[in-house]
């Protein structure tokens, strides 16, 4: 059975599970570097968590203004551009959400965003190539698309993944650091002891730790992707719309042209080039993926 | 002395338990208030374009007299319909009846090419997806609200909040009825 309840409730419990899985990271890194350096190492994770929340979570309060201005997206009013206005209308219509910000891109690639850290500072901001190049339902399912992510509060889903990846990056950093000019193993410590094969471990694990929190980043964000398609549908009930504007995406090869990965994962197709990334590191589900997704909720609509 | 402390811990806690479900109860009903509204404003969206739209159909087919008299019929009846059963009767007939115009209007590629209809054109797909969308999420809430009144433990509330089970927001389409029957 493919349907969109289905396929939001599997998301959330996927989105679930990789966020418990950061923490379980936090806790194996924390773990590691008592191991190796005892309570110094222990020490600094104060300041990684509190340079990771002010650097992320400044970001997060001000993304509607501060992704604006890292993308020049320009804020229009419905006079601007009354048929884009009806279909945003629309969608508000079918998901019983305020509505939000309109913003636009002056860019040719086709491609859009949701930002705002909640429904009252929503913005959605499209390019002007999308809205050239697709057709009124396509973009109806563009929009419902970012308004899903808007209604799943994937700023502050983000928000909570790039804090734990950046505090492990930084904590990481700061202990290998700490390895390199001698200081840190406390010979008062009974660590002296410890055998050094859980040494070498703890070690691994503090190098490894950055890396894979990255991955588990990646891996949220992709999951709110297929939660917002799967959204999406819930709003319109009309699969083939979005299916459709994916591959009108799938078959135009411009590309977005701030190539910023800062904001890479916010666009509705990852403006990066598919083949630099490769797939486990990608803020996207492959856009193949997703348009098979849809097409199976379109060959059984009555979900 | 922990006994009381049990104790006092579980009505706490069915305390709060009980203020939840009335206030869900309370909330949903209201959405469902709100939802309603909605679809009366986009049905009042729709019926301000019709004497615009006849206008213009006048203007190029003033001969097609039954697919504009039962729209201005189906306008009128659509302004004194108060109640979900009578508002969703008269939504549906003034659909049929629009649906009604615009396949009349197809034989007209004169009245088609005109400004004044090009430009309905978007102000007449926009509202009547905004009218279905607006029916959708009605039935989406009232779905949720009759879930809650009618399930336990959220049912024992009910009484309290003085929330019922809501109606279904129905537009008899005959588009479904003519649906091939299968024999076998």
Known sequence: MVNFRALQLANRRKTIGLLAGMGILVLVVIYAALTYFGKTGVGVLPIAVGIALASVWGSYYTSDTLVMTMTGAKVIQESDNPKLFNLIQEVCLASGLKMPKVAIVQDSAPNAFATGRNEAHAVIAFTTGILG??????????????????????????????????????????????????????????????????????????????????LLRSAISRRREALADATAVSFTRNPGGLRQALEVLQADSTVVHQRSTAVAHIWIESPLDSSSVSKLFSTHPPLAERIATLRAMEANPQA | MTTTWIVLGVIVLLVLFAISSYNRLIRLNVTVDEAFSQIEVQL?????????????????????????????????KATTASGVADVAAADGAMTQALR????????????????????????????????????????????????TVKTFPSSLFAGAAKVGAREFYVVDDPANRQAPNVKF
């Open chain 1, 133 to 214: 190049a697709m057709d009124r339902n396509e973009l109806q399912g563009v929009i419902a698309h970012e308004m899903a992510h808007v209604a799943n509060r994937d700023t502050l889903v983000s928000a909570i993944a790039a804090t734990t990846a950046g505090a492990i990056a930084l904590l990481s950093d700061f202990l290998t650091r700490m390895m390199w000019f001698g200081g840190g193993r406390s010979r008062d410590d009974n660590n002296n002891q410890q055998n050094p094969i859980a040494l070498v471990v703890s070690l691994v694990v503090l190098i490894l730790a950055p890396i894979a929190a990255l």
């Open chain 2, 44 to 76: 009042k969206r729709r019926s301000d374009l019709i004497p615009n739209l006849v206008e213009t159909v006048k203007g190029y087919a003033a001969h097609e007299k039954t697919a504009l008299e039962s729209v201005v019929a189906a306008r009128a």
């Open chain 2, 100 to 147: 009604g115009l615009l396949a009349v209007s197809e034989a007209y590629p004169d009245l088609k090419a005109s400004t004044n209809f090009l430009a309905l054109q978007e102000e007449l797909s926009t509202t009547e997806n905004k009218v279905s969308f607006a029916r959708q999420f009605y039935n989406d809430t009232v779905r949720s609200l009759n879930q």
